[in-house]
């Protein structure tokens, strides 16, 4: 049972274009979302995150935006650039206990995004 | 700040053999999780340490296994290799939840490629 998916395995953009990253999520007790982009052969790097407190979260370029009763979070890119082009992974995390706690993300199987010049 | 550091980065081994993977995690933090990445699957979580004690685990046979030391380092550990054991061995640190902090990000490393002939 696949808690968190993204739908589309891939996307076409062209350059200076938006990107718009989908994701959905079953698990209502999910409280952290977290985006990743990946290069092949890399470890994935954090690009932004969104608490379930909120519904947007802006850094730069890349906007998360939350839509909690849709149980759906998107990934905006705007000005798309070919450097972009990449795997984005999105993330889920359950914090399992109080304080310090447990850090597990539950990944979708990622969005192939590429920017064409 | 050094970031997670994985060794060694590439691996083959025969069916049947055992492994050890290692892991340093960002200076500071205490949480380090291993993830799996393959193909077909995606990334999938296998388990996390805190303060050298599991404390969540994914999925997965008992031919997995990890720990964690007394400087946060971590070594997972794979018995009895199989062909589907082939795969992205990705670990993350994280300072772990903190309910003063709102954002906490898990960081990865660049991976271990498994190859299991």
């Known amino acids: 049972d696949q808690q968190v998916k993204q739908n589309s395995p891939s996307l076409s953009v062209q350059e200076g274009r938006i990107s718009i990253l989908n994701c959905d999520y079953t698990?209502?007790?999910?409280?952290?979302f977290l985006w990743y982009k990946k290069y092949p052969a890399e470890g994935p790097t954090f690009l932004i995150s969104i608490s379930s407190i909120k519904d947007k979260n802006e850094d730069g370029r890349f906007t998360v935006f939350l839509n909690k009763s849709a149980k759906h979070l998107s990934l905006h890119i705007v000005p798309s650039q070919p450097g972009d082009s990449a795997v984005y992974f999105c993330?889920?995390?359950?914090?399992?206990?109080?304080?310090?706690?447990?850090?597990?993300?539950?990944f979708g199987k990622g969005t192939k995004l590429s920017v064409i010049p | 700040k050094a970031g997670v550091t994985q060794t060694p980065r590439y691996l083959i081994k025969t069916r049947g053999q055992q492994v050890t993977l290692s892991c340093s995690p960002i200076s500071g933090h205490r949480s380090v999780s291993w993830y799996q990445q393959t193909p077909g699957q995606g990334l999938q979580f296998l388990f996390e340490?805190?303060?050298?004690?599991?404390?969540n685990k994914g999925n997965f046979p008992g031919r997995f296994s990890g720990r964690q030391f007394s400087n946060s380092r971590s070594e997972m550990n794979v018995s009895t290799l199989e062909l589907g054991d082939s795969a992205l061995y990705l670990c993350?640190?994280?300072?772990?939840?903190?309910?003063?902090?709102?954002?906490?990000?898990?960081?990865f490393g660049q991976g271990t490629r498994l190859t299991v002939v």
């Open positions: 698990n209502s007790m999910f409280d952290y």
């Open positions: 340490y805190f303060s050298e004690t599991q404390r």
């Open positions: 993350a640190s994280s300072s772990g939840w903190d309910r003063r902090i709102q954002n906490t990000e898990a960081f």
């Open positions: 993330a889920a995390s359950l914090r399992l206990y109080s304080g310090a706690g447990s850090y597990q993300l539950t």
